[in-house]
């Protein structure tokens, strides 16, 4: 499979049909199997005939299933959202799999979390389970992290601060501290001791 024979030399498929061939007859210059998003048209390759479609029969072209964010309906790729309001994924226009971020399905919506910037919250009552980047959960709310380090970008839900703004790094008690050397741009998490510099300077190990 993905060889044709050729003056007496094994070629590959895609080589004889613009990449897009998978299997291909051992003797004839013809496809027999495309890749994914396409079927075979007689010699060559021809895209699905439906838009979004990420699967189509290899007989006739016609979609089978659809890329991600899209369902299948009368042999068409639907949206999600277009259908469902804040959906990312779903098997039919009615039912929701997942929704966008700070969203949750319930029954055939969408509905918002209770906290703003929530990452995943619960299906039955829209409680928070995760923040975004960013925030960390206080109960069931989500807060911003510098809110208890104003030099904090990224934390635990502690709280405990994970990334710190430039020429800052977390300690071990999650508290952002000053590099140890100047004009450092970056530092190691742990020693303090400097990993790249500011613009103008640079990295003496000695």
Known sequence: DGYFLKDKACLPCDEEHKSQ????????????????????????????????????SQTDGTCSSCLEKYYLEKSKC???????????????????????TNYYPNGNLCSECKSKNCLTC??????C???????????????????????????????????????????????????????CMTCDSSSGSCSTCESKYYLSVA
């Open 21 to 56: 061939c998978s299997k291909c007859s051992r003797t004839l210059n013809k496809c027999e199997k495309c890749k994914t998003d396409h079927y075979p048209d007689g010699e060559g390759c021809s895209h699905c005939s439906v838009q979004k479609c990420e699967k189509c």
């Open 78 to 100: 639907l949206s999600c959202e277009r259908s469902i309001a804040n959906c990312d994924k779903c098997s039919n226009g009615t039912q929701c799999e997942v929704c966008k």
């Open 129 to 183: 389970h995760s923040c975004v980047d960013g925030y960390y959960l206080d109960g069931f709310e989500c807060k911003k992290c510098d809110t208890f380090d104003t030099r904090c970008l990224t934390c635990s839900n502690e709280p405990k601060c994970t990334k710190c703004e430039d020429t800052n790094y977390p300690d071990s008690t999650g508290k952002c501290v000053t590099c140890i050397s100047q004009h």
């Open 122 to 127: 619960d299906s039955d009552d829209g409680e």
